[in-house]
């Protein structure tokens, strides 16, 4: 969705080295995520923030951290990169009660490669 | 916290057949069932949503069915085309603004021309 942009598409780095992956969005939503795809294991919510204040982990936030820097930026920091942080990286939003109520708007993700 | 398990894995029906895939959840409270579409290269993108209110919805060549009872509930494809090929999500929320979903593993739909 165009609304919805992620950048870098492509990343390759390091183990060790400090990457972030930044999501904008124009969809005027109040709701963002960040989602980890792995071959077989759908998607895996990493963390999720329902305002610009407000911050939550998912299943799966261990060796990363997030950025609200505003209701249209939402940014996911790898600290310290390891290999299995390889994967493919969606940034998504939701409207938090207008309009259609409950779909997620997904961004067209960034595919990140931790040698 | 919920799980869902999504069957099968991978899919291959001819094309004008109907494809199925299955979804099941283990926490009574989710209310909001969508199914995601992702194109290569692309990221999901819903088709269809059913919510705990209603047992089917269908819109054109799809339709979802919801058993709450069972707590399972199904996506339906009919007269299958190649462009129908994709990875297909279910997943399951709770909350009437669906503000957390926990997704299936995928299925990989092939259909063959």
């Known amino acids: 969705d165009a609304d919805v942009t992620q950048t870098p598409r492509n990343r390759i780095t390091k183990t060790g080295k400090r990457i972030m992956l930044e999501c904008s969005q124009t969809k005027g939503h109040d709701r963002m995520y960040w989602y980890r795809q792995d071959p077989g294991l759908g998607l895996r919510l990493i963390y999720y923030s329902f305002d610009v204040k407000d911050i939550n982990k998912g299943e799966i936030s261990d060796g990363y951290s997030v950025s609200r820097q505003a209701q249209a930026k939402f940014s996911l920091s790898l600290e310290s990169a390891i290999p299995n942080q390889t994967a493919l990286y969606f940034c998504?939003?939701?409207?938090?009660?207008?309009?259609?109520?409950?779909?997620?708007?997904f961004g067209p993700g960034t595919r990140l490669t931790v040698l | 916290g919920e799980n869902v398990e999504q069957h099968p894995s991978t899919l291959s029906v001819q094309e004008g057949d109907s494809a199925v895939i299955k979804c099941t959840y283990s926490d009574s409270a989710s209310n909001y069932f969508p199914w995601y579409k992702q194109e290569l290269g692309k990221g999901p993108q819903l088709i269809i949503d059913?919510?705990?209110?209603?047992g089917e919805k269908k819109d054109q060549r799809i339709a979802v069915t919801l058993n709450k009872t069972a707590k399972h509930f199904s996506l339906h494809i009919t007269e299958t085309q190649p462009e129908d090929s994709a990875v297909y999500f279910c997943?399951?929320?709770?909350?009437?603004?669906?503000?957390?979903?926990?997704f299936g593993d995928g299925t990989t739909l092939t259909v063959k021309p």
């Open positions: 997943a399951a929320s709770i909350g009437t603004n669906a503000g957390k979903s926990t």
């Open positions: 998504a939003t939701s409207d938090r009660g207008r309009g259609r109520v409950g779909e997620q708007f």
């Open positions: 059913i919510r705990s209110n209603v």
